[in-house]
Protein backbone atom coordinates (compact mmCIF):
# COMPACT_ATOMS: atom_id res chain seq x y z
CA UNK A 1 0.00 0.00 0.00
CA UNK A 2 1.48 3.37 -1.00
CA UNK A 3 0.59 6.26 1.34
CA UNK A 4 1.98 9.92 0.75
CA UNK A 5 4.34 10.82 3.64
CA UNK A 6 6.02 13.97 1.65
CA UNK A 7 4.32 17.07 0.52
CA UNK A 8 5.50 18.94 -2.49
CA UNK A 9 3.91 21.83 -4.42
CA UNK A 10 2.66 21.42 -8.08
CA UNK A 11 1.02 24.47 -10.15
CA UNK A 12 -2.55 23.54 -10.52
CA UNK A 13 -4.42 26.42 -10.38
CA UNK A 14 -8.14 25.00 -9.89
CA UNK A 15 -7.35 21.41 -9.50
CA UNK A 16 -10.76 19.42 -8.08
CA UNK A 17 -9.02 15.96 -7.12
CA UNK A 18 -5.72 14.15 -7.63
CA UNK A 19 -4.92 10.66 -7.32
CA UNK A 20 -1.81 7.88 -7.14
CA UNK A 21 -2.05 5.04 -8.77
CA UNK A 22 -1.99 2.13 -7.00
CA UNK A 23 1.54 1.09 -7.63
CA UNK A 24 2.32 4.59 -6.50
CA UNK A 25 4.10 5.33 -9.84
CA UNK A 26 1.85 8.01 -11.04
CA UNK A 27 -0.01 10.74 -9.67
CA UNK A 28 -3.27 12.26 -12.19
CA UNK A 29 -4.49 15.69 -11.01
CA UNK A 30 -7.55 17.07 -12.53
CA UNK A 31 -7.90 20.96 -13.58
CA UNK A 32 -10.97 22.43 -15.17
CA UNK A 33 -11.49 19.66 -18.67
CA UNK A 34 -7.65 18.56 -18.61
CA UNK A 35 -5.56 15.55 -16.93
CA UNK A 36 -2.37 15.90 -15.82
CA UNK A 37 -0.26 12.95 -15.11
CA UNK A 38 2.86 12.69 -13.37
CA UNK A 39 5.56 10.25 -12.55
CA UNK A 40 6.23 9.68 -9.21
CA UNK A 41 10.24 8.53 -8.27
CA UNK A 42 11.21 8.37 -4.74
CA UNK A 43 14.42 8.46 -4.02
CA UNK A 44 14.96 7.30 -0.34
CA UNK A 45 15.39 11.45 0.59
CA UNK A 46 13.66 13.00 -1.70
CA UNK A 47 10.51 12.45 -4.15
CA UNK A 48 10.54 13.21 -7.47
CA UNK A 49 7.54 14.11 -9.20
CA UNK A 50 7.91 14.54 -13.19
CA UNK A 51 5.45 16.24 -15.48
CA UNK A 52 4.78 13.42 -18.29
CA UNK A 53 1.63 14.29 -20.22
CA UNK A 54 -1.33 16.71 -20.05
CA UNK A 55 -4.80 14.89 -22.03
CA UNK A 56 -7.57 17.94 -22.95
CA UNK A 57 -10.54 16.23 -22.75
CA UNK A 58 -13.88 16.62 -24.78
CA UNK A 59 -16.68 17.01 -21.99
CA UNK A 60 -18.46 20.17 -21.54
CA UNK A 61 -18.22 20.55 -18.07
CA UNK A 62 -15.35 20.09 -15.44
CA UNK A 63 -14.20 16.69 -14.67
CA UNK A 64 -15.63 16.38 -10.65
CA UNK A 65 -13.09 12.79 -10.28
CA UNK A 66 -11.55 9.62 -11.88
CA UNK A 67 -9.97 6.43 -10.93
CA UNK A 68 -7.29 4.90 -12.23
CA UNK A 69 -7.41 1.13 -13.28
CA UNK A 70 -6.00 -1.42 -10.89
CA UNK A 71 -3.21 -2.15 -12.51
CA UNK A 72 -2.12 1.40 -12.53
CA UNK A 73 -1.80 2.04 -16.42
CA UNK A 74 -4.69 4.11 -17.30
Known sequence: MFSLQKEWQID?????????????EFLA??????ILI????????????IPLTEIITTHTAPISDLVWSPDGQC
Do not use: E, F
Not at 12 to 24: L, R
Not at 29 to 34: D, F, G
Open 29 to 34: IIRNLT
Open 38 to 49: YSITDNNDTVDV
Open 12 to 24: TATASTAKISPNG
